[in-house]
């Protein structure tokens, strides 16, 4: 693994700032990642062994994902959307698991840790990096038990909703009296008046040659007339 | 586990804590010690004690005494120079100096350690003159009984660099003092810095091995700095010409010495115009004529803890700040007083 402040900087400008909460993610993957005991999850030996459990979309979220090397297409990292600032580390090969939890009172400590610096963001980034483990993070030992359908890996199963007809992946689906369900159709959406539309240049293709010539051919066509 | 039973079921059993009379103006301690099998003599005491109840207690794997939690905490704390007895008393250790010097308190460690739920430790100001045998800080868990690993966790904070309270030792400083100033150099006033200095130093258990006098020349300064140290003074105390008028050349004769590091100007009232300055390792310490008139200054929050071998610079002057006001009482009780006690 690359030292904290090579970390940082590489973290930061995938993220697009540097904050205090990229700090304690850096150290909070940093940590995670020596308790289940794998030195590089990024290598291609290791970041098949690797499961990160997110619990909040924030900064931190960001500067675990990127030090750790989850992706959330690799099916390397999960969003469990709790608010809280803690992320799971599990090594599948050993099954070990270790939560991460930060703690509130490092946000009180910050002006004890880096009294030289009066505005608050820059005076907690400073002291984030100087509090030891044990002020910035509570761990817990954990067990995961993860499903067969959340493990990386290809599709493992497809299933239509009876309803809308949309497939559905993974066993996320939902059995309702009987039927089976995409979950828009058994628990609601975030979203509302849903209404299917067509919008302009709809056969935009990121191969656009046949498309451009095609094009050009009726164009010249309508000149010809 | 916590069971609590009847007062009345309790004779045979063992106290599970130590048990707290308090007499006031007279008495407060331990009535009753941990381990203590309940007697029926004993239960028109404890109910003139407010206890009808006492508990039992069954510990988990990962539940821990309040006595066993101060034994690891206070093991946590300690660092060198300070020691403590397994023995406590109503679940709190004391933690004592084994040694006279200048106590360290690891300011931020405390806070942290402090922060975690169910356990405490109060220390005296950081940067007190302590003496061998005197109590620095106390710890105790707040419950009776609790979970194991917070205690861990408050110790390991505790336990960074080196614990929270340790006790430097100050070395024997051999100092230099140059007294400067044309009123004194050519005797139209006496001097009276020497013997002030002399004192403050002797108190600390260092000597003033050399004194010269200076006039307001830069060059003769200079010549008195580097001859002090040439005959092996570890220490340079400088008093007069640190103002700002045109005749205040100290500051000069210092930068001229070789001091590589200068730095000018403390946070404390008396002692604004305060200066030290580094030649190799030996600190030089620029005292303004504030040392004349008060009994108290900079000078005596910064010289025990220079001769305890922390590097003053910079953010050690400026963080004098906070607390770093004399009130100028008529009768002055430093150390027991506000004065340099905020940092």
Avoid at chain 2, 96 to 124: I, Q, Y
Avoid at chain 2, 239 to 249: A, I, R
Avoid at chain 2, 323 to 334: A, K, R, S, V
């Amino acid at each position: 693994m690359q030292d904290f402040d090579t970390l940082l900087k590489n973290s930061a400008e995938a993220h697009g700032h540097l904050c205090p909460g990229q700090v304690v993610g850096v150290r909070m993957a940093m940590l995670g990642c020596r308790l289940i005991d794998l030195d590089e999850p990024t290598s291609h030996k290791q970041i098949k062994k690797l499961i990160v459990y997110v619990e909040m979309d924030r900064c931190t979220g960001d500067a675990v994902a990127y030090v750790t090397g989850v992706k959330l297409g690799r099916r390397s990292l999960k969003f469990m959307d709790y608010g809280i600032m803690a992320a799971t580390f599990v090594n599948l090969e050993t099954n070990n698991a270790f939560r991460v939890i930060s703690t509130e009172e490092a946000r009180d400590l910050a002006p004890v840790y880096a009294p030289e610096i009066p505005e608050k963001y820059p005076q907690q980034l400073e002291a984030y990096k100087r509090m030891p483990d044990s002020v910035l993070f509570r761990v817990q030992k954990v067990r995961v038990d993860m499903s067969e359908y959340d493990m990386p890996g290809p599709t493992r199963k497809k299933v239509s909703c009876s309803r809308c007809g949309q497939m559905v992946r993974d066993n996320r689906e939902v059995l309702q009296n009987g039927h089976i369900l995409c979950k828009p159709c058994a628990q609601g959406v975030y979203f509302s008046e849903a209404e299917e539309i067509t919008w302009p240049n709809m056969n935009w293709t990121p191969v656009q040659k046949e498309q451009q010539l095609f094009d050009a051919t009726k164009a010249l066509r309508h000149e010809g007339k | 586990m916590i069971k609590t039973i009847k007062l009345k079921d309790a004779v045979g059993m063992k106290l599970a804590h130590d048990i707290t009379e308090i007499r006031p103006g007279e008495f407060k301690g331990a009535a009753f010690r941990k381990g203590h099998t309940v007697c029926n003599e004993d239960l028109c005491r404890l109910q003139k004690l407010g206890k009808n109840h006492l508990y039992l207690i069954d510990l988990e794997a990962d539940e821990i005494h309040e006595n066993e939690a101060a034994a690891i905490m206070a093991e946590a704390l300690a660092g060198n120079g300070v020691v403590w007895k397994n023995e406590p008393r109503e679940g709190k250790i004391g933690l004592k100096a084994d040694r006279d010097g200048l106590l360290m308190v690891n300011v931020s460690a405390l806070a942290a350690f402090n922060m975690v739920e169910e356990v405490m430790c109060a220390t005296l100001h950081n940067h007190t003159m302590v003496k061998a045998g005197e109590l620095v800080a106390a710890t105790r868990a707040i419950p009776l009984v609790m979970k194991r690993a917070p205690i861990e966790r408050a110790a390991a904070i505790a336990g960074q660099n080196g614990g929270v309270v340790s006790v430097r030792p100050l070395r024997k400083g051999k100092a230099g003092l140059i007294i400067t100033g044309n009123e004194v150099y050519h005797g139209l006033i006496e001097d009276r810095f020497a013997p002030i200095l002399i004192r403050k130093l002797t108190d600390l258990g260092s000597e003033a091995d050399r004194i010269s006098f200076a006039p307001d020349d830069t060059e003769i300064i200079r010549q008195a700095i580097c001859t002090h140290i040439e005959r092996g003074c570890d220490l340079i105390l400088l008093s007069g010409g640190m103002s700002v008028d045109p005749d205040d050349v100290t500051r000069k004769g210092i930068r001229l010495a070789g001091a590589d590091e200068i730095h000018y100007g403390a946070a404390a009232l008396p002692g604004a115009m305060f200066l030290v300055a580094y030649i190799g390792k030996v600190p030089l310490i620029g005292v303004p004529a504030c040392g004349l008139h008060h009994r108290t200054t900079v000078l005596d929050l910064v010289l025990p803890r220079i001769l305890a071998g922390e590097k003053i610079g910079k953010k050690e002057l400026a963080f004098l700040g906070h607390g770093g006001l004399c009130q100028d009482c008529p009768e002055c009780t430093y150390p027991h007083c506000a004065f340099g006690k905020g940092n």
